[in-house]
């Protein structure tokens, strides 16, 4: 057996379904792949995954696409790759209070938005608001990255980013009526989001692992298709018991959809990923010229 670890993004969610079902089905088994899945609630969040995957604390990492330009152009650059998406469309949003009387990205001049303290995500934010007739008068507060959700629920924040596919469907469990502001819609040409990155030098040395570890994860992408009510138990009784109230059964039919189909599932659109690095250098959020190519790496082909 070959040893990998995977980060996640959050605590489990439909968002990481294929994994959490591959490993209960014995798909990575069956390729003599032994998976360690780590929660950032392990550690409290200490360190992001990509982070982690930087310092070869995991193999792999759940994460936004920006997170591989960010590390590949800081200060001292880090090889980091994407190896494939989870969606094939865009399911996040900007998540608005009740209480915060916005209908549009231009209202959010002046209000608070809790932020993960992504290199790129405040800027963003505010280009978006720009875009929509604002002047970008964004307060940004950074709480602890595990209770961003509750300072919307508890209205001390009045926007922050989520997934349509679990955050909002917990806040319609809940009752609450927030408004979501679609980032397209919003003129944001929001790229891919979560994806699988690695460390590119790692990939060279380990491509015929990864490649293994993507065909179980499709495998197990597959399985949930075509048997929803089992992937549907097999994360519920891994959920903690506060979440349960979510509408599991819509979360992952959303989660699914967006995931593609047999042929689609983990590609990325360069030429998608290549208007969103021009709308970056446009808004000046990334003023580096970066080649597309160097941020994805085919490994399914």
């Not at 439909?14 to 069956?30: C, Q, R, T």
């Not at 360190?47 to 990492?61: C, S, Y």
């Not at 590949?72 to 880090?78: A, G, M, Q, V």
Request: aromatic content about 10%; charged content about 25%.
């Amino acid at each position: 057996m070959q040893n990998l670890s995977l980060a996640l993004d959050w605590s489990v969610n439909s968002n990481h379904i294929i994994f959490l079902l591959a490993v209960e089905k014995g798909f990575y088994s069956e390729l003599n792949i032994d998976l360690d899945i780590q929660s950032p609630f392990d550690d409290n969040y200490a360190r992001t995954p990509a982070n982690k995957v930087e310092l070869g604390i995991v193999d792999l990492a759940i994460c936004p696409l920006g997170s591989v330009l960010s590390y590949r152009t800081k200060s001292n650059p880090f090889e980091m790759v994407a190896i494939a998406s989870l969606f094939q469309k865009d399911l996040s949003a900007i998540a608005c209070s009740q209480s915060s009387n916005i209908q549009t990205a231009k209202d959010l001049d002046g209000k608070t938005y809790a932020s993960y303290k992504a290199r790129y995500e405040d800027d963003i934010v505010r280009a978006m608001v720009k875009q929509n007739g604002g002047i970008g008068d964004l307060k940004v507060c950074y709480p602890d990255k595990l209770g961003i959700w509750n300072t919307i629920l508890n209205e001390k924040a009045d926007a922050t980013w989520v997934f349509l596919n679990w955050e909002a469907l917990m806040a319609e469990a809940d009752g609450l009526d927030l408004v979501y502001l679609d980032l397209e819609f919003s003129g944001v040409p929001y790229s891919f989001s979560p994806i699988i990155a690695v460390n590119e030098r790692t990939l060279r040395e380990k491509r015929n692992l990864y490649k293994d570890f993507l065909r179980a994860s499709r495998k197990g992408f597959l399985y949930a298709k075509k048997h929803p009510e089992e992937a549907r138990q097999i994360l519920l009784d891994l959920m903690p018991a506060s979440e349960r109230s979510i509408d599991l059964k819509k979360s992952i039919e959303m989660t699914l959809d967006a995931m593609g189909d047999a042929e689609t599932w983990g590609y990325i659109d360069i030429a998608k990923v290549d208007k969103f690095l021009n709308w970056l250098r446009i808004n000046d959020i990334e003023k580096l010229k970066v080649n597309t190519k160097d941020l994805i790496e085919d490994v399914l082909g």
